[in-house]
């Protein structure tokens, strides 16, 4: 069973940056992407991005386009998400997801992010 550990988060003001890591439990030639959603205290969980894992192709909810920056480091089967200009709208508990070929998709256990006005 794949297992995701996530790291980073914390309590930034508005303005300020944080970076989430995720290291994934399976060779990174059996990744097919990488992905982080949020959820926010009373709403639904929701897209941030994702990257293919072969040739990196990256992809951005609109919400987040010019301020994050998803990347990956193949060698370690670790995605990386770097947050800058933070906003309390981006206030959220952050998902990791990862799909791989042969195993079912797994998620981390969450990163709080916490962006204070």
């Known amino acids: 069973q794949v297992q995701l550990v996530e790291s980073g988060g914390g309590l930034v003001q508005a303005g300020g940056s944080l970076r989430l890591s995720c290291a994934a439990s399976v060779r990174t030639s059996t990744i097919y992407e990488m992905g982080w959603y949020r959820q926010a205290p009373g709403k639904e969980r929701e897209f941030v991005a994702r990257?293919?894992?072969?040739?990196?192709?990256?992809s951005y909810a609109d919400s987040v386009k010019g301020r994050f920056t998803i990347s990956r480091d193949s060698a370690k089967s670790t995605a990386y998400l770097q947050m800058n200009s933070l906003n309390p709208e981006d206030t959220a508990i952050y998902y990791c997801?990862?799909?791989?070929?042969?195993?079912?998709?797994?998620w981390g256990q969450g990163a709080q992010v916490t962006v204070s006005s």
């Open positions: 997801n990862v799909v791989s070929f042969g195993s079912p998709d797994a």
């Open positions: 990257i293919r894992w072969s040739f990196g192709t990256t």
